[in-house]
């Protein structure tokens, strides 16, 4: 129940359950199972899909932490080097907001370190008479400096990752899919479990695709 | 560890031991369990405390968006054009916070009915509980219930009603197998009041800062730069600048404290819900030193909060 909230963390616990669960083991459960033919077949199709989002899911995990996110952060580093410039970057900054609004948009919500970067550069967005680039009467045009933009969103992806822990890890998932692992471990005949894990693994892999935006990284 | 109770529990004539045994299922360290519930008293009452901080601050932050999107839109609008947009962004905020304070007082109140539950523990395990406590205590589980309910989470619905309403006084083995039967709905509920950690960490990185950021820049900053303003030519204003500029100076950020809140709201949500998830697993024990620590934690969590 600890308070973890990496995206790592539902992959980890989805990866353990498909690793747990051995073809050979799941046809042993459908093996004692009184289901028909073709509820079995249809376990059979959910599970291969449950394997496939998930691999397709890790990559993506993957290349996010590889590449994309380097380049998102260094994006933002540089700007945090030019909030603290004099008048001479002015220019330079407002560009920079510029590349920052497209870089932060990439941010994926899970992504806790960057997230906290976000966090601490768009409360100094919405105020430029305070950075020392532009003094109180050079303040710059709302549409070369639009204050809110980075603050609108970190708050839409701060949402986005609530509704992923709150109503579909936290709430539907989570619980059961430990349950089946730990019942797959313990060699339970627990075959309702596992469907029941493999329903809510594809529910969470769903979610999940939504918010890592894939499409757009792979 | 203290071992006192199990040691007696082994003297006694076998009869008795074995009726105990049958009916408890094992003995318990003596007072542990009662510890536990005094530690989720205090953890869940700090929690309580800490929702309404959070819808506070919240609402601090948003009235300061508010104010400073009127400053930036005086400039841009006049007169009708302007009224309007005011109106539209005053409700959209009205809309957002609203939902923001529903969230937290649904965390509120299932947090404060767990502590109502850890309570009617606490009373029974001492010999002053009225004799109705059994009955008292399903009920205080059904009101939980209704609270994780209205939370938006499915209950659990399978915790069987435990106590004989004719009980007085709770023995350790008693009150250690109420809180493992009772255990998959005091987890429902602790699985809500972790919302409130994650409510606290959306509403401290970053609100907490704008909320400073907006208290000085408009309130300290601008009446002293700005020279068409005579507000510290008046004596009330320039009272009132005083006054704001020693907060700015003086007192701790706002983004500090929302940050000291989220570290603490989170630090005690893992102390207490890992001894919890421990103690009535039936698989892990925790010493009465581990016990203790947790406790010293939780009560000082909750002085933290209080003097918020």
């Known amino acids: 129940m600890k308070t973890d909230e990496s995206a790592a963390n539902p992959l980890?616990?989805?990866s353990d359950f498909a690793a747990s669960l051995s073809d050979d083991y799941l046809e042993e459960q459908l093996g004692k199972s009184s289901k028909n033919s073709g509820e079995?077949?249809?376990?059979?199709?959910?599970?291969?899909?449950?394997?496939?989002?998930?691999?397709?899911?890790l990559h993506g995990w993957a290349l996010y932490e590889n590449?994309?996110?380097?380049?998102?952060?260094?994006?933002?580093?540089?700007?945090?080097?030019?909030?603290?410039s004099g008048p001479?970057?002015?220019?330079?900054?407002?560009?920079?907001?510029?590349?920052?609004?497209?870089?932060?948009?990439?941010?994926?919500?899970?992504?806790?370190?960057?997230?906290?970067?976000?966090?601490?550069?768009?409360?100094?967005?919405?105020?430029?008479?305070?950075?020392?680039?532009?003094?109180?009467?050079?303040?710059?045009?709302?549409?070369?400096?639009?204050?809110?933009?980075?603050?609108?969103?970190?708050?839409?992806?701060?949402?986005?990752?609530?509704?992923?822990?709150?109503?579909?890890?936290?709430?539907?998932?989570?619980l059961e899919i430990e349950t089946a692992t730990d019942a797959i471990?313990?060699?339970?005949?627990?075959?309702?479990?596992?469907?029941?894990?493999?329903?809510?693994?594809?529910?969470?892999?769903?979610?999940?695709?939504?918010?890592?935006?894939?499409?757009?990284?792979l | 560890m203290k071992r006192t109770g199990q040691w007696a529990c082994r003297t006694w004539p076998g009869a008795a031991l074995l009726l105990i045994m049958v009916l408890t299922g094992g003995c318990a360290t003596t007072k542990q369990y009662t510890t536990l519930a005094e530690a989720g008293s205090a953890y869940t009452g700090a929690v309580a405390s800490l929702a309404d901080k959070a819808s506070a601050l919240e609402v601090e932050a948003s009235s300061y968006q508010l104010l400073n999107e009127r400053r930036l839109l005086s400039t841009q609008y006049k007169d009708r054009a302007l009224r309007d947009t005011l109106t539209t962004h005053l409700s959209s905020a009205e809309t957002n916070d609203y939902r923001a304070i529903q969230k937290n007082r649904r965390i509120r109140d299932v947090a404060m009915s767990l502590q109502a539950y850890f309570d009617g523990l606490k009373a029974m395990a001492t010999s002053s509980a009225p004799s109705d406590i059994g009955k008292k205590t399903g009920d205080l589980i059904t009101q939980l219930n209704i609270a994780i309910k209205n939370a938006g989470r499915s209950i659990s619905g399978s915790d069987p009603a435990l106590l004989s309403p004719a009980l007085t006084h709770m023995t350790e083995a008693l009150l250690k197998k109420e809180l493992t039967d009772r255990r998959k709905t005091i987890l429902n509920a602790l699985t809500v009041i972790r919302q409130l950690d994650e409510g606290l960490e959306r509403t401290s990185t970053?609100?907490?800062?704008?909320?400073?950021?907006?208290?000085?820049?408009?309130?300290?900053?601008?009446?002293?730069?700005?020279?068409?303003?005579?507000?510290?030519?008046?004596?009330?204003?320039?009272?009132?600048?005083?006054?704001?500029?020693?907060?700015?100076?003086?007192?701790?950020?706002?983004?500090?404290e929302a940050k000291a809140m989220i570290d603490a709201s989170r630090k005690s949500y893992?102390?207490?819900?890992e001894t919890f998830e421990k103690m009535t697993s039936g698989n892990a024990e925790v010493s009465m030193d581990d016990l203790g620590k947790t406790v010293d934690e939780l009560k000082a969590f909750n002085t933290f909060v209080k003097n918020l």
Do not use: H
């Open chain 2, 270 to 273: 893992d102390a207490f819900s």
């Open chain 1, 40 to 57: 079995k077949d249809q376990i059979r199709t959910k599970y291969a899909a449950l394997r496939g989002d998930l691999s397709r899911i």
């Open chain 1, 88 to 174: 001479e970057q002015k220019e330079a900054l407002v560009r920079q907001l510029e590349v920052v609004i497209v870089n932060a948009a990439r941010i994926n919500c899970f992504d806790k370190e960057l997230m906290v970067e976000l966090a601490d550069i768009w409360p100094e967005v919405i105020f430029p008479e305070e950075l020392p680039a532009f003094g109180s009467d050079q303040s710059p045009s709302p549409s070369e400096w639009p204050r809110y933009r980075l603050k609108e969103i970190f708050s839409k992806k701060q949402s986005e990752c609530d509704e992923f822990w709150l109503d579909v890890y936290n709430d539907a998932c989570r």
């Open chain 1, 67 to 84: 590449a994309v996110r380097n380049e998102i952060e260094l994006q933002l580093d540089r700007f945090q080097v030019l909030l603290e």
């Open chain 2, 206 to 256: 970053g609100y907490g800062a704008e909320v400073d950021k907006s208290f000085k820049f408009m309130l300290v900053k601008t009446p002293y730069t700005d020279s068409k303003r005579d507000d510290l030519m008046r004596l009330g204003g320039m009272e009132l600048w005083l006054q704001e500029r020693r907060k700015v100076m003086l007192e701790s950020s706002n983004a500090d």
């Open chain 1, 185 to 217: 471990k313990k060699k339970k005949d627990q075959l309702d479990a596992i469907v029941k894990s493999i329903d809510r693994g594809i529910t969470l892999l769903t979610a999940m695709n939504k918010i890592l935006g894939l499409a757009a990284v």
């Open chain 1, 12 to 14: 980890r616990e989805l």
